[in-house]
Each structure stands twice: as structure tokens, then as C-alpha cells.
């Protein structure tokens, strides 16, 4: 059966047969597919089984290869036509209306009360924590119907930023961005925690560093001089110059801090220098 609407072209008469391997979302090839569709709607609802399929927000958010099963809903009190979304067995939305009202009475036609496509769970990080469903309708995972998207509406924007979803992208430890840690690193301080404050910072500065590199930014100093204070008030000397080194060899931005962070630097090896050469040790 064909010419249905302006959107799409489908052929339920007889089933088409699965179109994708099973192990499709082990590889990683789906990124390089066509854009997925926003022919999922109503996930607002579901947000409960959208969070337990996924996760709560994070900072990279979530991007997450998954099977999508197109369900049969005619007992729908809303919509005769409907098709239910699920994902595990969670309900997580509808197909849109237009594309249910095509589909229903050939598929109810030949009693297909379903079938399975490849989808992604999107969203759900710090800055825009709704999570959404889309889905491929012509890549299938068991037999359904041959699906065409005539044009480009409702392809979503595609391809995903490589740092999309990454809960190891530059700039985050452990699924969170260095700047999260600032209220951390107090409480740890201001505990006496020295040694545990000490190893968040150097992971922090390692995350501030690989964003840099990434993007081009300069570091967040403020790591760095929490750092240097702590070895300063310990005693450390030679490792508070070492961490005003390491950030002396940065790209910094601008402000207030580096300047005043690379003064202390010159002052603190000037200290030890004058140390050295009346033979003690630098206050």
C-alpha cells in the first residue's frame, strides 16, 4: 500500500524482513547513519522510565543506542490508531499521530501487532536534562513495515557532537564537569581532609588541562591555587613551586588570577633561591 500523506511511503502488505544486525549498537556504526527521526512524542510523561533506562542528568548527558519496539494500542481512549514507544519494556511515548494514522489499518490489516527499530535515548544533561527518544523507522530489527522518509522533516541534528553523551569527555571526572567539584573541595578543606583535597585537585587540574587541549581554552587557575596554598600551609615548598610551574606551562585566560598566580610563582623560587644560597631553608 503506498502514498500515504506527504511524508512517507509505506508497503505493510507483506512484512519486509529485519534490515540491521542484532549487535548493531556494540560497534558504534549508527553515528555515521542518516539523522534519526523525532517520531517519538509525549516522552514529557515518561520521564521516570526515561530516567531508569539512562540515568539522572549528567554533564555530558546521555546518548544511547537502543532497541525500540513499535507497539499496537487500539484500545487508546485518545487515539484508535495509536502505537505505543517502549524501550525494555518501559513505556516512553507515541509515534506521532500523522504516522500512526498511516500505519494502523494496513499493519492491523495483516495482524502485526508490532515491531523493533533502532533508536537512541538523547539528552539528560546538566543544561537540558529532558531526556527524548529518536528513532530510525526504516532500520529495522525485526520484520515491519518498509518505512520511507520522503523529506527532511522531522530529522533531528545530526551527527552527535563526539563529546556528546562521554561521560570521559575532556573537562569532566567521573561523568561531571571539574567546575562541579568547587563545593567539594571547600567541604574537604575546610574538614581538614589535606590528603583527599590534595588528590581531587590533581585530577581536577587534569581535567581543566585536557579540556584546554581540547578546545583551546585556557585552565581554570582556581584548582591550581587551592593546591599551592595547601603545600604552602604543609610545609611543601618544592611542591607548591612544582604545581605554580605546571601552570605556568599552560594557556591561561584572562583575568586577575594567572598574573597573580605566576607572581607567586617568581617570588616562591626567589624565596628558596636566597634560602639556598645563605644555606637554609625558604620560609
Known amino acids: 500500500m503506498q502514498g500515504f500523506f506527504d511524508r512517507f511511503r509505506s508497503a505493510p502488505a507483506e512484512l519486509a524482513p529485519a534490515n540491521v544486525d542484532v549487535e548493531w549498537d556494540t560497534a558504534g556504526h549508527w553515528r555515521s547513519w542518516e539523522a534519526p527521526g523525532n517520531f517519538v512524542v509525549g516522552e514529557s510523561h515518561y520521564t521516570e522510565a526515561l530516567t531508569a533506562l539512562a540515568g539522572p542528568p549528567c554533564a555530558a548527558g546521555y546518548l544511547i543506542p537502543v532497541t525500540v519496539t513499535i507497539a499496537r494500542d487500539p484500545q487508546n481512549a485518545y487515539d484508535s490508531n495509536a502505537f505505543r514507544a517502549e524501550v525494555d519494556g518501559r513505556h516512553v511515548g507515541y509515534l506521532p499521530r500523522h504516522i500512526a494514522a498511516q500505519l494502523a489499518a494496513p499493519l492491523d490489516s495483516i495482524g502485526c501487532a508490532g515491531f523493533d527499530v533502532c533508536g537512541i535515548l538523547r539528552g539528560g544533561s546538566d543544561s537540558a536534562p529532558n531526556l527524548g527518544v529518536h528513532i530510525w523507522l526504516d532500520r529495522r530489527l525485526s520484520p515491519g513495515p518498509e518505512i520511507i522518509q520522503r523529506d527532511e522533516a522531522g530529522r533531528v ?19 561531571k564537569h571539574f567546575t562541579d567539584y568547587v563545593e567539594k573541595v571547600k567541604n574537604l578543606r575546610r574538614n581538614g581532609q589535606a590528603a583527599e583535597a590534595e588528590q581531587l585537585l590533581l585530577e581536577l587540574i587534569d581535567a581543566t588541562e585536557a579540556e584546554s587541549k581540547a578546545k583551546g581554552l585556557g585552565v581554570a587557575p582556581w584548582y ?24 605556568a606551562g599552560q594557556k591561561h585566560a584572562r583575568g586577575a588570577t594567572p598574573p597573580r598566580l605566576l607572581e607567586r610563582l617568581e617570588k616562591k623560587k626567589a624565596a628558596r633561591a636566597k634560602a639556598a644560597g645563605e644555606g637554609g631553608t625558604p620560609d
Open 157 to 175: 541534528s545530526w551527527p552527535p557532537d563526539e563529546d556528546e553523551g562521554n561521560p570521559n569527555a575532556p573537562g569532566l571526572l567521573r561523568g
Open 224 to 247: 591550581y591555587e587551592q593546591l599551592a596554598v595547601l603545600y604552602s600551609k604543609q610545609g611543601e615548598k618544592d611542591r607548591e613551586i612544582l604545581i605554580l610551574q605546571r601552570f
